[in-house]
């Protein structure tokens, strides 16, 4: 079977930097994704790991430990904007998305 | 390029009704991923294609749910007859490769209700 574990909320604050993890169960693992999707829109793709290590996009990186099938989000420099659902997502046969980590970034 | 086109963004619809959601992938992606998004359930793969050729349906909850991609640039997703327990975010994804790293993009969802 397939599965992904994540938190289900996180608070922090403005200027802070917060981790969001994830951990999986897949068949076939290719590959780890996150994506962010704000309230009434869609999600939309951030990063993708497929090898062990850390993979950095200006604010926002992402781990991937495939032995301990386990890969995180960092955000750096949290602003309000990234309020917002993430998602991680493992690309296996098939990609299947985690229940979604929901962020509240406050002032 | 103006990304993937669902239509429509909403449909409100009675029990019984059929139903059609329709999805223009972006040119040139090869892939394209039927998506639907409910609170209890989250973010459930319906079905995807590859090449306009249907490759995993495992997740069309059941015989009422069908879909189609007759050429490459459309999809639809039809739901015959509809329930209420159908109400959710319908996204229709499209991606240049099987490999994660592109990422899926998707399109603004359907939001179905069924009364």
């Known amino acids: 079977g397939q599965s992904l574990e994540q938190p289900s909320e996180v608070t922090a604050v403005e200027g802070a930097i917060v981790q969001i993890n994830c951990t999986y169960q897949?068949?076939?693992?290719?590959?780890l994704s996150w994506y962010q999707q704000h309230d009434g829109g869609a999600p939309t793709f951030l990063s993708y790991?497929?090898?062990?290590g850390l993979e950095e996009t200006g604010r926002f990186s992402s781990f991937l430990s495939r032995s301990d099938s386990y890969g995180y989000l960092l955000l750096q420099e949290l602003q309000m904007k990234d309020s917002a659902s993430y998602f991680c997502a493992g690309r296996g046969f098939k990609t299947i998305f985690g229940a979604g980590t929901r962020l509240f970034v406050k002032a | 390029d103006a990304g993937v086109i669902q239509s429509p963004r909403h449909e409100v619809t009675e029990m019984g009704q059929e139903v059609t959601l329709r999805c223009k992938p972006i040119?040139?992606?090869?892939?394209l991923f039927w998506y639907r998004q409910t609170m209890m359930r989250g973010l459930e793969l319906l079905i995807y294609f590859n090449n306009n050729v249907p490759i995993d349906d495992s997740g069309m909850p059941e015989d009422r749910f069908s879909a189609k991609m007759p050429n490459a640039s459309f999809s639809t997703l039809k739901i015959q007859p509809s329930e209420p327990r159908d109400s959710a975010v319908y996204f229709c994804?499209?991606?240049?490769?099987?490999?994660?790293?592109?990422?899926?993009?998707f399109g603004s969802g359907t939001r179905l209700t069924v009364v």
């Open positions: 040119s040139g992606h090869d892939y």
């Open positions: 790991n497929a090898l062990d």
């Open positions: 994804a499209s991606s240049p490769t099987s490999r994660g790293i592109y990422g899926y993009t």
């Open positions: 897949t068949s076939g693992f290719y590959g």
